[in-house]
Nanobody
Framework: EVQLQASGGGLVQAGGSLRLSCVAS????????VGWFRQSPGNGREGLSC????????YYTDSVKGRFTISRDNGKNTVYLQMNSLKPEDTAVYYC???????????????WGQGTQVTVSS
């Protein structure tokens, strides 16, 4: 069974930090790029960051560039999203997803996790 388990969300004050983890199982993790997305009430899904299968390529959307850092440990089948300098507008449910192709559109992601809530208070 394919699973992507996102965790690490919580309540944090503005300016604080959180580290999200995404643990994968049931597929060949090393062959897949992994992305982080978020969705807040009334808003569409936003792609935040992506890391290539080997970790050598990364992408960040402008709204998180310089504040968030994506990394992966293929030995642990895990991708991380380090989030610093958090803002109230970062409040959302955060999802991880896996795709065979780095740079894929959201529709090309094969597997999705269940999401973890991040709430940033002002």
């Amino acid at each position: 069974e394919v699973q992507l388990q996102a965790s690490g969300g919580g309540l944090v004050q503005a300016g604080g930090s959180l580290r999200l983890s995404c643990v994968a199982s049931g597929f060949t993790f090393d062959d897949y790029a992994v992305g982080w997305f978020r969705q807040s009430p009334g808003n569409g899904r936003e792609g935040l960051s992506c890391i290539s299968s080997g970790g050598g390529g990364t992408y960040y959307t402008d709204s998180v560039k310089g504040r968030f850092t994506i990394s992966r440990d293929n030995g642990k089948n895990t991708v991380y999203l380090q989030m610093n300098s958090l803002k109230p507008e970062d409040t959302a449910v955060y999802y991880c997803a896996a795709t065979p192709r780095f740079g894929a559109t959201p529709k090309e992601y094969d597997y999705w996790g269940q999401g973890t809530q991040v709430t940033v208070s002002s």
